[in-house]
């Protein structure tokens, strides 16, 4: 089992640019969360989704970031028009229903915008 | 939501010597409590969690207490070393709600050699 997988591990764009970042859950995993971490900061709760639908998007930003989990293919984040506050990490957690299980994280993507 | 919080920011502790890390939460329909270990620049993992129909919960050198009364748990790492230092996180979940966890501030724990 590869575990949650998530690409690219660095993305740098400039602002006013467009960031995609990719989540594959674990194998057998439907439900995918979205986290942000801010330097030398916990992580905040972005997103919730199952396949084809967003579950909870309370976390998410109002304008710019949107989130999508296809029938096929990975869970993508998408932030439109980053700035430079958009720089952290970003973490994508799988698990296999919604019950009381701790999250298997992804390696994360840590974005910078210049 | 759920509010988290989590102390001390820092801890230094000789190897050897114990760690001990609380967290309180505000909402009480919250009903499961992981903790994390993070090394610089790597994710997250789950190193150990308790359930609110649990009082504690003990993994080789590592524990975790839990009053649900007061609302805080705690984690306890014996005979630290040095493969020990890192940022720990608390987290909680609402019952009632998505499966989204609060997440803490954060603990940095570094063990002197």
């Known amino acids: 089992n590869a575990g949650v997988m998530q690409n690219p591990r660095h993305l740098v764009r400039r602002r006013g640019q467009e960031a995609r970042l990719r989540c594959s859950p674990m194998k057998g995993h439907s439900h995918v969360y979205w986290y942000r971490q801010l330097p030398e900061e916990g992580l905040k709760f972005m997103v919730y989704l199952q396949k084809e639908n967003i579950i909870d998007e309370s976390g998410m930003p109002k304008e710019r970031f949107s989130a999508e989990f296809p029938k096929e293919g990975p869970s993508i984040l998408r932030i439109q028009q980053v700035v430079r506050g958009d720089s952290a990490a970003y973490f994508c957690?799988?698990?296999?229903?919604?019950?009381?299980?701790?999250?298997?994280f992804g390696s994360g993507t840590r974005l910078t915008v210049v | 939501g759920e509010n988290v919080e989590q102390h001390p920011s820092t801890l230094s502790v000789q190897e050897g010597d114990s760690a001990v890390i609380k967290c309180t939460y505000s909402?009480?329909?919250?009903?499961?409590f992981p903790w994390y270990k993070q090394e610089l620049g790597k994710r997250p993992q789950l190193i150990i969690d308790?359930?609110?129909?649990?009082g504690e919960k003990k993994d080789q050198r590592i524990a975790v207490t839990l009053n649900k009364t007061a609302k805080h748990f705690s984690l306890h790492i014996t005979e630290t070393q040095p493969e020990d230092s890192a940022v720990y996180f608390c987290?909680?979940?609402?019952?009632?709600?998505?499966?989204?966890?609060?997440f803490g501030t954060g603990t940095s724990l570094t063990v002197i050699p």
């Open positions: 957690a799988s698990s296999p229903n919604r019950g009381d299980y701790g999250y298997t």
């Open positions: 987290a909680a979940r609402l019952s009632n709600t998505g499966n989204q966890f609060y």
């Open positions: 308790i359930r609110s129909n649990v």
């Open positions: 909402d009480s329909a919250s009903n499961y």
